[in-house]
Each structure stands twice: as structure tokens, then as C-alpha cells.
């Protein structure tokens, strides 16, 4: 077991007076039931956690100077009193990282921190911070030199080169640096009018997949085994309308508030996924506090999915599961589909099962070969 202990140098404990509201928390809410690194109290005992929350007010990255955004606690502030529906998950809130001299400095206290905690089989949900922060935990996976897919529910693609401010290029880092451990990186939510076409063809090129906004609102269901076969999520608010998320000033357009709780649900619902990252609330630029609100639902609908997803079987207990051997293509392959929650996976040639959809078995059954089959073949 991990001697937790080390990773509280890198941590400043919440104040739960400040986050809290004039009454106690009653039974039955959050608040009453996390384990809570605070002021008044010890380091948590982790060992029975399963989901741990981390707060990173860095934002430098975006050209703020200010070195710390209160936007964790103001999120806590709304997460707290929540209903507790989800009795099966423990949950820990581990505080804030210390804010380093440098965003830099910031950035490898907190890659340590949940590079810790992925090791030792948590799901770490992190409350950030400009979206930058994704370098750091990518890293924390790249420090381990483990290979992973990830996600990132962005309006933007953050390769802007030419911009002098890391949260707009951080990408280029993560997608190319040397040596590098993403096996695939999946763009969801993407909003044309703000990506030139030569960034989708050079994506498309590295064997990338982008979604654009458009179509995963029609087939959000096809962004479930999209998330699930990824290690790493990371959302940048600037995804959400500004209708449901007033903080971003990217767009007015995006995923209602629904469509961005049901995306952190399927987050939640994957056996694959030990990190989530919430990027891009700026508490000055909020309403009434409602982008707090709305993020404080994301992270009730991973813990809904989290319970969800347990009740999975394991995929060697086939007896579980509904299994259809087919050919197209002249491909021999196999699909399998959970008697427990009806998610869907396919067969590779290599024997591996990849995440997909029923569209895609319905594909198969037409003799058509479905892109998620083909593009997976093509990067292995």
C-alpha cells in the first residue's frame, strides 16, 4: 500500500467553513459522507476510497496571473449537499494542490499526486484549473511509461502553435512529445467554425478521432464505447452552451447541461478510465454560481456511472453475456453484448475486444465493415 502520506506535501487541506453552507450537512448528503482532508482534521485514510477528488486552481497556463482560482472550493460548494444515492462508492477529497512558483511547478505536483493515486487503483477526479492541466495528468500516466487512449470534450483542439498561451497548444505536447504513450487520442465536441480543416486532416492522418458537436448530439449513445475504451478524460467547460455553463465565454453554442452529465456518466460507467479532469471554470466569469452547479451534477452522474459500471460482469464470465459469431467482409468476428447493462463489444482479428456500439453490430450484419472496427485495425 502507498504511504499517502508523501503525496499531502503537495496538498493544502479545504477549508470545509469556507466551502460549506450556514447549516450542517444533513444525513444523506455528500457532505456528511466524504472523507475530507480539512483544516481541523488528518490526512484521509484512503485504503477503502474507490473515487478521490483533487482541487488545482492553477491557471497561469491561460495567461492569468493570478497564481489560484478558488473554482475547486466554489464547485465543492455545490457538490456537498448533494444527495448521496450511491452508497456502494467511498469517497475521499484529498484538498488542493499548493500552488508551485511556476504553473510549471504545478504541473509535477500534481502529475506526482495522481500518478500516486492511478497506481494504487483510484479514480481521481480533478477540479481544475485552466485546461492545460491535462499535460500534468497525462503525465502522471507517462511517468509509469503506460501506454493509454484518451478523451478530451473540448469546443476547441488546442494545437494552436502560434498562440504565446500553453492552455491553447498543449496538445502539441501531449500528442507528439517524445517518447510519447498515447495509442489513440479521441477529440469529442469539437465546433467547426473554430478548427481549420488542415488541423482535422493532420488528426485524421495520425490515425486521431474527432467528433464534431453536431454529431455526437445526434448519437450520444456512440460516444459510450468512445469513453469507455479510454484511460484519460478530460472536459473543458468551453464544450458546454453558455445557457447551461455562463462561465464559458468560448461559444454560445454546445452540449446542454443533459448531454454533458450523461458524457461523464459513460466516464464514470468505464472499467478503463482512472482519471477525470474539469477544466475551464472561472468562477469570475460565473452566474449565480450555475457553471459551479452544473459541474457539481457532472460529478454526481460519474459517481452514478461508477455504481453502474460494478454491476458489470467481468468479460471472461461468458455465460453473461449474449454472444453472436457473424463475417463481414470475409472477416470472421465476434460480438458480445451484456445480459446486465446491454453495452456492446467487438472482436479484433488480433482476439482482443474492443468497446462498441449496437450500430455497429447492426453494420456487421449487413456485411458492412463499421469505421470503429477499421480504424481500430488501423493503428494496431
Not at 171 to 187: A, D, K, S, W
Not at 229 to 250: E, G, K, M, Q, R
Request: with cysteine; glycine share 6%; aromatic share 10%.
Amino acid at each position: 500500500m502507498s504511504d499517502y502520506l508523501n503525496i499531502s506535501d503537495f496538498l493544502l487541506p479545504v477549508n470545509i467553513q469556507r466551502i460549506s453552507l450556514s447549516e450542517p450537512y444533513k444525513d444523506g448528503q455528500l457532505g456528511k459522507s466524504i472523507d475530507v482532508y480539512d483544516v481541523n482534521g488528518e490526512f484521509p485514510d484512503l485504503d477503502e476510497a474507490q473515487v478521490v477528488l483533487l482541487g488545482c486552481g492553477e491557471q497561469r497556463g491561460s495567461g492569468i496571473v493570478h497564481t489560484q482560482s478558488n473554482a475547486p472550493d466554489v464547485i465543492r460548494h455545490h457538490f456537498y449537499p448533494m444527495f448521496y444515492w450511491h452508497s456502494d462508492i467511498r469517497i475521499a477529497d484529498i484538498g488542493n494542490i499548493k500552488p508551485g512558483s511556476l504553473y510549471t511547478d504545478s504541473y509535477a505536483a500534481m502529475k506526482t499526486v495522481v500518478k500516486e493515486l492511478i497506481n494504487d487503483g483510484k479514480t481521481v477526479i480533478i477540479l481544475g484549473g485552466s485546461h492545460d492541466l491535462t499535460l500534468a495528468q497525462y503525465n502522471a500516466y507517462s511517468e509509469n511509461k503506460k501506454i493509454i487512449e484518451a478523451a478530451c470534450v473540448d469546443a476547441l483542439i488546442d494545437l494552436d502553435i502560434d498562440s504565446p498561451f500553453h492552455h491553447e497548444n498543449f496538445l502539441m505536447e501531449m500528442l507528439t512529445g517524445e517518447p510519447n504513450f498515447i495509442r489513440h487520442y479521441n477529440h469529442i465536441g469539437f465546433q467547426s467554425y473554430y478548427v481549420h480543416p488542415r488541423m482535422l486532416e493532420t488528426m485524421d492522418k495520425l490515425r486521431f478521432d474527432c467528433y464534431r458537436v453536431g454529431h455526437v448530439k445526434e448519437s450520444i449513445d456512440e460516444m459510450e464505447p468512445v469513453i469507455r475504451n479510454s484511460n484519460l478524460l478530460s472536459f473543458d467547460i468551453s464544450a458546454i452552451a453558455n445557457t447551461y455553463a455562463p462561465a464559458n465565454s468560448v461559444s454560445p453554442n454546445g452540449f446542454t447541461g443533459e448531454e454533458a452529465c450523461t458524457l461523464l456518466r459513460y466516464a464514470g460507467m468505464s472499467p478503463n478510465i482512472s482519471s477525470i479532469g474539469i477544466y475551464g471554470y472561472n468562477p469570475g466569469r460565473d452566474r449565480d454560481d450555475l457553471t459551479a452547479r452544473q459541474i457539481s451534477q457532472m460529478l454526481w452522474y460519474v459517481l452514478d456511472g461508477r455504481s453502474r459500471g460494478k454491476r458489470e460482469a467481468k468479460m471472461d464470465e461468458r455465460d453473461s453475456f449474449n454472444e453472436y459469431h457473424m463475417a463481414f467482409a470475409e472477416v470472421d468476428t465476434t460480438f458480445l453484448q451484456s445480459k446486465k447493462t446491454g453495452r456492446w463489444w467487438m472482436q479484433l482479428p488480433d482476439k482482443r475486444f474492443i468497446a462498441c456500439s449496437y450500430k455497429d453490430y447492426l453494420l456487421a450484419s449487413s456485411n458492412e465493415i463499421p469505421e470503429r472496427w477499421l480504424r481500430a485495425q488501423e493503428r494496431s
